[in-house]
């Protein structure tokens, strides 16, 4: 188990190194820089006006030069200056992570916590009209887009209540600060939550139909047992699974949600980033972002061993 | 004597009610407005931008030299009102504007607003200075001024190459504020600091913006605001349902689009909104310097498929206005009147007839229904840009050019301009002031930075520079009429309309005017107020 870990740690080191050299020169390829951005806002190009701000942004230098003065920097917990706001990359990006966080801890509770009981509940029902409704509701989740159903939900506020809740950084009480995460997270959550229901549901049928579900019925384990602690306990690795996925999916459905809602994010935060070209703001959000995922997915390998005994991580 | 009573106690209820009246509509002191941003602008320094993402949230924190009415809708020579001068005054010769400077003005951080001030921030704009602005968008507005000049601490004098009675209207401009000495063009950009009715407070990039009431400004009383809060929110569905849910008491300014405007009005019934242009053209740049439309026919052929209407139609339900250059009449002080745009090829009202001579251009110049001219339609990938370019390339195809729409995006559309790798682009032009040295000078002159299809013609120069000097408005129009027609007719840069957005805010907000012929110049809101 040891050496396993290690070498996972390892290879975590080596998929975060490829990830910047991705992230550094992708972002290059991509044409246009912030000075281009910043001049087509003025509705001019001044070519010596342009090479100066080229010079003081340090974008005129060799590429491989830039790359070791981010990756440096990063490792030596410098983050660099913002292009835009020309405020320390750390400073614009910390107070947004908590934000994002809440709002995608969030949406993974609100998708497990609905998806796995209706998937339990639609498996052991099934046939019935009960499953076939339950069915209907995820195949909805699934085919609804987020931003169609954050707009939806805005619209149905203002019409039917005349309120909206959009984002309030002041929340004076729980309750309020949990209304402001628990609508778009339950936007953004529910396609991960139709996602889940259908994962556990089709898993939960597969292990229903197992030989020792049939004996621990024979033994005389109550229904509830039965389904909670035998199927569902062995049902649920796939589940894990794609719930660590959707973590990483999460990212795409909350830059919608939180335009929608105009939660001040670093999902949203990262796409108007890339729009200006704001180099050190993207580079490192996205390996934090990297970081994050990388960690969720060997998080949910080490889950592996702690919910199914079978697997054992030696050499 | 009962009727003696009787009258008395009229009068004194007449007199009662005529007082309650008054103070009904007299501003009330405090309260936030609360407005959305449309978008986050790149810093706070009006000098560096050329959008009215940073005059909007900013003009607040500044005050001008001089400044145009802010509660007449059209900015015009007439409503040109002393703000940082008390007074200015022309030279004989037209060729030295002094300003008399306001004493006891002070700058947010306490210290004292003098004449070095005033220089100061010209000689930023100008490139003389030590300090650079990071981007100098309207250099170009200052290029008749040789010096500017103090005389004592409040006194000023712009010393010009030759008469230009324009740059007043420049001076006016939101465009134009006057900056600290004291503080440097990078902190300006972080944590402007002015002398006007609010203080910055923040500027959270994509969250908000902040201002606060600035309890020393100069003028006694104002502002009537505590402050002014603006929520950046990109998503414009986002904004108008919060807008309509009571979340802000205003709209971003000429925000709204036509068809959105009825939305609103639909669902806060209450609510205030106007229609004006903001004379922001939309038009062609042609790249002319190469094949097919270095040929002049081909070019003439264009702007007469054009259907005008039909685009003001589509996209603004009527609500737009076709002219030429400047902003036509009657919000545009400028602008030619119909009869005489009508004798413009291309804008006469009989449009199969203006396709047909099309039609003949094109086949003198090879092409026809058998062999179809093959181009592509850049444009920026802004709804903006796109949907016109869109109603253009239909256009085309009525004279046998079929048209590829070629979106790109923003941070490629200047590099792509400028290396003039484009053959037709459908472009916007705003203009800060309605005024024609702005708009000549910076999109039409040889050598302009903004002229982006490089049209040069020197004859027309020398008629930029003569209409410049006229110091009489009546006899200068008919130079400009005279001046916009020709470019036209030279197919410089064919202008398609001229935009109209609408602006909302409830019925408690008072002392709003929006600008009716600039997007740029009416933000100041130090005499808004709220009615509650």
């Not at chain 1, 929340?171 to 600060?177: H, I, Q, S």
Request: hydrophobic residues 45%.
């Amino acid at each position: 188990m040891f050496a396993y870990l290690v070498r996972r740690l390892f290879l975590m080191l080596v998929t975060l190194f490829g990830i910047s050299v991705v992230i550094f020169f992708l972002l290059r390829i991509v044409p246009g820089n912030i000075v281009d951005i910043l001049f087509a806002a003025a509705g001019y190009v001044d070519p010596a006006d342009k090479a100066n701000l080229e010079k003081e942004l340090g974008i005129d230098r060799p590429l491989i030069v830039q790359y070791w003065h981010w990756i440096g920097g990063f490792l030596r917990g410098d983050f660099g200056y913002s292009y835009v706001s020309e405020k320390p990359a750390l400073q614009e990006i910390l107070p947004r992570i908590p934000i994002t966080a809440k709002l995608a801890g969030l949406a993974l509770l609100f998708s497990a916590s609905i998806g796995i009981p209706l998937g339990v509940i639609s498996a052991v029902k099934q046939g019935t009209k009960l499953d076939y409704a339950l069915r209907v509701v995820s195949l909805s989740g699934l085919s609804l887009p987020s931003f169609w159903l954050g707009l939806l939900i805005l619209t149905a506020s203002v019409a039917m209540f005349g309120q909206m809740p959009i984002f309030n950084p002041n929340p004076k009480t729980w309750l309020e600060a949990f209304a402001t995460y628990a609508v778009p997270a339950a936007a953004v959550g529910f396609r991960s939550a139709a996602l889940t229901m259908r994962i556990t549901r089709s898993s939960m049928l597969e292990v229903l139909r197992q030989d020792y579900i049939r004996t621990a019925r024979a033994k005389g384990a109550s229904e509830a047992a039965v389904n909670y602690h035998h199927a569902l306990k062995n049902a649920i690795l796939p589940v894990i699974t794609v719930i660590g996925i959707e973590a990483a999916f999460l990212i795409g459905g909350l830059i919608v949600t939180e335009t929608v809602f105009n939660i001040p994010g670093v999902a949203r935060f990262l796409v108007e980033a890339i729009r200006w070209r704001d180099y050190p703001i993207v580079q490192n959000l996205v390996m934090f972002i990297a970081v994050v995922v990388v960690f969720a997915n060997f998080t949910v390998d080490m889950l592996y061993a702690v919910f199914d005994p079978r697997i054992r991580y030696t050499d | 004597m009962r009727s003696v009573w009787a009258l008395a106690a009229m009068a004194t209820l007449s007199v009662l009610t005529a007082s309650t009246a008054t103070l009904a509509g007299e501003p009330k002191q405090g309260g936030i407005l609360r407005m959305y941003h449309r978008d986050s602008p790149a810093n706070a320094s009006i000098l560096e931008g050329a959008t009215y993402s940073i005059n909007v949230p900013f003009m607040g924190v500044f005050n001008n030299l001089l400044i145009y009415d802010q509660h007449i809708a059209q900015n015009s020579p007439d409503t040109l009102r002393p703000d940082l001068a008390e007074s200015w005054s022309w030279s004989s010769d037209n060729k030295k504007l002094t300003f008399k400077l306001r004493q006891g003005v002070k700058w947010h951080d306490g210290k004292p607003f003098t004449s070095a001030d005033v220089k100061c921030s010209f000689d930023l704009l100008m490139g003389k200075s030590q300090q650079k602005l990071r981007q100098n968008p309207r250099k170009a507005w200052y290029s008749e001024v040789n010096e500017v000049t103090t005389n004592g601490e409040f006194e000023v004098t712009f010393d010009l190459k030759r008469p230009q009675p324009s740059l007043l209207a420049m001076l006016a401009s939101g465009y134009t504020p006057v900056y600290p000495c004291h503080v440097s063009p990078a902190d300006m950009r972080t944590h402007p600091i002015g002398t006007g009715p609010f203080k910055f407070v923040e500027f959270k990039a994509n969250e908000s913006i902040k201002l606060t009431r600035n309890p020393d400004y100069w003028k006694k009383g104002l502002p009537y605001l505590d402050g002014i809060e603006y929520t950046i929110i990109t998503n414009r569905s986002t904004a108008i349902l919060a807008f309509v849910a009571g979340k802000f008491d205003m709209t971003f300014p000429t925000h709204i689009t036509i068809p959105l405007l009825k939305d609103i009005k639909s669902q806060a019934p209450n609510a205030t909104c106007v229609v004006e242009p903001t004379n922001v053209s939309t038009n062609i740049i042609v790249n002319s310097s190469s094949a097919p439309f270095d040929n002049i026919d081909i070019r003439r052929a264009m702007a007469l498929a054009l259907d005008r209407k039909a685009f003001v139609d589509i996209l603004f339900e009527g609500q737009g206005d076709i002219g030429g250059t400047m902003l036509p009449p009657p919000q545009g002080i400028w602008g030619m009147p119909k009869d005489r745009l009508e004798t413009i090829p291309g804008y006469g009202r009989d449009i199969n007839a203006n396709r047909e001579e099309a039609k003949k251009l094109m086949q003198k110049a090879g092409y026809g229904p058998d062999k179809h001219l093959a181009v592509k339609v850049s444009t920026r990938n802004i709804a903006e840009y796109r949907d016109p370019a869109v109603i253009l390339i239909d256009q085309l195809k009525s004279i046998y050019i079929d048209g590829e729409l070629d979106v790109v995006e923003t941070a490629n559309w200047f590099p792509k301009v400028a290396r003039k790798d484009y053959m037709l682009g459908l472009n916007l032009t705003g203009n800060s002031v309605d005024d024609p040295d702005q708009s000549f000078y910076e999109n039409y002159s040889c050598g302009s930075e903004r002229n982006y299809t490089n049209y040069c013609n020197k004859e027309i120069e020398k008629l930029f520079d003569v209409q410049s000097q006229e110091t009489d408005i009546k006899k200068r129009r008919p130079l400009v009429w005279d001046i916009d027609k020709k470019l036209q007719e030279d197919v410089a840069r064919p202008i398609i309309f001229h935009a109209r957005a609408g602006t909302c805010w409830h019925p408690y907000v008072k002392g709003v005017t929006i600008m009716s012929n600039s997007s740029y110049n009416g933000f100041r809101y130090e005499d808004v107020w709220l009615d509650k």
